[in-house]
């Protein structure tokens, strides 16, 4: 039997909601840090300084299931070709890279777990800046889509089908070995949350008001071989095959596409639902721009 899914009271999501204020700012500072030339442990540096001052607990740092090693860093940094759980480091950036900023904090006893990928601004964007932002808006569409169906007394298998639809028909490939998860007094908790239905495993479950769900897409796509009208180009199969790196944490593609990550929380609510951390929405380049 799975473990029963958390149903969270409207005090409650109100909880999640304000570590998911603390957790945006932290994101909005470390894309404000993403600047030609700053490294990647430089944004780290700036989502520290937001969650030490806010007195929130940085829940990456130390984190280490399944007896991995400890990740080093208070957020995940990822760049380009690489897809989730970056270590920050002395990999220097420059202006059009894809810079995926991901945090995890607990601020009184609620968690939050939010990323965004952000376009590095400043500079010669070079070839590969407005694909990339192509492919941030298109992994942000299924964000928004999962949010127009997710209501009391849908499956989401069917939401989970609709974003995968929607992304395959754009020409997008799909990272199919993370999904979403619960979020609560936990940082991951059930259930197990997909962006895609074909080929996963896990239960289906039923929408209920005071589920609080992290929806985390991730899209990717060959950057530097558009294909006509701005569609990604030519690509084998849907589902993006990755590896993990030297580093025990770092995933990226083994085609070297450029990955997408974005991973908003939303709750359920008895009319549809609600985004935790909407203000997201309006980070689109590094710099602070």
Known sequence: ???????????????????????????????????????????DHAVRAVLANAGAEALFLGYAPGGASPFP????????????????????????????????????????????????????????????LRLVRATRALID??????????RWSAVGAAMEAQARSAGYGIVTD????????????????????????????????????????ILTAPIFGDGPGGRPGRRDGWATPVALGADGWTVATRTGEWACHEEWVIG??????????ASLGGLWRGGGL
């Open 73 to 132: 860093a208070s957020c995940c940094v990822s760049v380009n070709e690489e897809v989730v759980h970056g270590v920050p480091g002395a990999r220097s950036l420059r202006a059009g890279d894809l810079v995926s900023i991901d945090v995890g904090a607990r601020a009184l006893g609620w968690c939050a777990d939010a990323g965004v990928s952000v376009v590095v601004s400043g500079g010669d964007p070079g070839p590969h800046a407005e694909g990339a």
């Open 178 to 217: 993370f999904v979403g998860h619960g979020v609560g007094r936990e940082l991951h908790q059930p259930p197990k949350v997909p962006a895609y239905a074909t080929g996963f495993t896990g239960e289906d479950f039923v929408l209920e008001a005071g589920m609080v769900l992290a929806v985390e897409p």
């Open 268 to 277: 359920v609510t008895p009319e549809g639902c609600a985004v935790l951390t």
């Open 1 to 43: 039997m799975s473990p029963a899914i958390p149903l969270l009271s409207p005090n409650d999501i109100e909880g999640v909601r304000r570590a998911g204020v603390i957790v945006e700012d932290a994101i909005r500072a470390g894309a404000a840090a993403a600047t030609p030339g700053a490294t990647t442990l430089a944004i």
């Open 145 to 154: 889509l999962a949010v127009s169906r997710a209501r009391p007394g849908v």
